[in-house]
């Protein structure tokens, strides 16, 4: 079955300090996977996302993600955080069941800042 | 373009009323996407729409709740009655056919029920 693992609830760093957010994945074909962003209050927008071809995507807000077949990881990272990354951050992959396509979230992993 | 929209944006009703979500999805998108999330269950994918068509309902709790979308730019989720363990955030979501998964997020509508 298709699942998502996100092994790390909360992170905690520092402003300025690099970030990276971990997500493994369970899927049988080349997955289409998704990396989404929760500020508190709001709903989920899309940071990034990969289908195919370049392992390395690049997102919005100085996000990237990294594809790793072989460790079946797609793992979040940015170089700088800001105060305003704090939010809570969903990893999501793309399942075909039934002849439709739905997602398969992540726990989350929520993101504290500290100045 | 205007996003997905949700209304109420924050509902609380007491136990045994009858609460109705609204959303209307992004205009062209053909599927719409009930989700609920709670610090103890996260995010749960409640139920799907296709072209207005219910398509998986497994996701829904108990028979208290029901979903429709009488056309291609609304749906409502109804619970009838409320009971305080359906407190949560709810979520609606929508995409269009062949956008490989990709789902936008409405605001949410936060239920408290007392």
């Known amino acids: 079955a298709q699942s998502v693992t996100q092994p790390d609830i909360h992170i905690t760093v520092s402003e300025g300090a690099s970030l990276e957010l971990r997500c493994n994945y369970s899927?049988?074909?080349?997955?289409?996977l998704f990396w989404y962003v929760q500020s508190p209050g709001q709903g989920l927008q899309l940071l990034l996302k990969?289908?195919?071809?370049?392992?390395l995507v690049q997102g919005i807000k100085g996000f990237e993600a990294e594809f790793k077949r072989s460790q079946s990881s797609f793992n979040l990272r940015k170089p700088s955080v800001h105060w305003s990354d704090a939010a809570e951050y969903f990893c999501?992959?793309?399942?075909?069941?039934?002849?439709?396509?739905?997602?398969?979230f992540g726990a989350g992993t929520r993101l504290a800042v500290h100045p | 373009d205007a996003g997905v929209i949700q209304s109420p944006r924050h509902e609380v009703t007491e136990m045994g009323q009858e609460v109705t979500l609204r959303c209307k999805p992004i205009?062209?998108?053909?599927?719409l996407f009930w989700y609920r999330q709670t610090m103890m269950r996260g995010l749960e994918l409640l139920i799907y729409?296709?072209?207005?068509?219910?398509?998986?309902d497994s996701g829904m709790p108990e028979d208290r709740f029901s979903a429709k979308m009488p056309n291609a730019s609304f749906s409502t989720l109804k619970i009838q009655p409320s009971e305080p363990r359906d407190s949560a955030v709810y979520f609606c979501?929508?995409?269009?056919?062949?956008?490989?998964?990709?789902?936008?997020f409405g605001p949410g509508t936060r239920l408290t029920v007392t």
């Open positions: 979501a929508s995409r269009v056919s062949g956008s490989s998964y990709e789902q936008y």
């Open positions: 899927y049988g074909a080349t997955p289409y």
């Open positions: 990969y289908f195919s071809g370049d392992t």
């Open positions: 999501a992959v793309g399942a075909f069941s039934g002849g439709y396509n739905k997602l398969i």
């Open positions: 205009s062209g998108h053909d599927y």
């Open positions: 729409f296709n072209n207005n068509v219910p398509i998986d």
